[in-house]
């Protein structure tokens, strides 16, 4: 069964300091892996896509990576405004051309000036 | 160029009554999804659309949730005989294409948040 697994569940940082989020995932082939921030009261906001091993993103201070069981989310010097939840999702090669997302729990993410 | 929209943004209905929800994708987004999302939890696939075709509803919870695109653009998800249980936030998203490469990362609209009392 198709399965992803965020932690922490929820995370407290100060303002500066650096940290990463975890996103396991058991599926029969990966067509692609989804980061999203959410906002309380919004929509998920799509940030990156990464397809393959080794595949790396960037954007401001928000960095992810992506292994063959997981991805991580590394968040460089954060600022209050970095304050959500992250959202991972995959794409499973299973899906067959549904484009149906699969995604983990989310991980709420505090940072404090 | 203008989001997804949904509408309404909330709904309070009564047990027992038929609800409608509407989503209206980015322009030229030819897939259209449908999810549930519970309080502290990820979107729940419901159902998809490629154009008007609906090529899954593998995740519609049972015979009373029913989705149509007519046209290949705007969306209704119905919900008859609401029950308390389907108190949740309905989210559409939306993708160039699923084919994959750039083009199926899928942009969520604000959602409906129905209370079935």
């Known amino acids: 069964e198709d399965q992803v697994t965020q932690s922490p569940e929820a995370l407290r940082l100060q303002e500066g300091e650096s940290s990463s989020l975890n996103c396991s995932y058991t599926?029969?082939?990966?067509?692609?892996l989804f980061w999203y921030r959410q906002d309380p009261g919004k929509g998920p906001e799509f940030l990156f896509t990464?397809?393959?091993a080794g595949e790396e993103k960037e954007k401001e201070r928000l960095k992810a990576t992506l292994t063959k069981k997981e991805s991580f989310l590394h968040i460089t010097a954060p600022k209050p405004e970095d304050s959500a939840t992250y959202l991972c999702?995959?794409?499973?090669?299973?899906?067959?051309?549904?484009?149906?997302?699969?995604f983990g729990q989310g991980t709420t993410l505090q940072v404090k000036p | 160029g203008a989001g997804v929209s949904q509408s309404p943004r909330y709904k309070v209905t009564k047990r027992g009554q038929d609800v409608a929800l509407r989503c209206d994708p980015i322009?030229?987004?030819?897939?259209l999804y449908w999810y549930r999302q519970a309080l502290g939890q990820g979107p729940e696939f419901l159902t998809y659309?490629?154009?008007?075709?609906?090529?899954?509803k593998s995740g519609l919870p049972n015979d009373r949730f029913s989705a149509e695109r007519p046209e290949g653009s705007i969306s209704t998800l119905t919900i008859q005989r609401t029950e308390q249980r389907d108190s949740a936030m309905y989210r559409c998203?939306?993708?160039?294409?699923?084919?994959?490469?750039?083009?199926?990362?899928?942009?969520f609209g604000p959602g409906t948040r129905l209370t079935v009392l």
């Open positions: 599926v029969s082939g990966l067509r692609g």
């Open positions: 999702a995959v794409l499973p090669a299973g899906s067959g051309n549904t484009g149906k997302l699969i």
């Open positions: 990464l397809y393959s």
């Open positions: 322009s030229g987004h030819v897939s």
């Open positions: 998203a939306s993708s160039l294409g699923t084919s994959g490469g750039t083009g199926n990362e899928q942009f």
């Open positions: 659309f490629n154009y008007e075709a609906q090529q899954d």
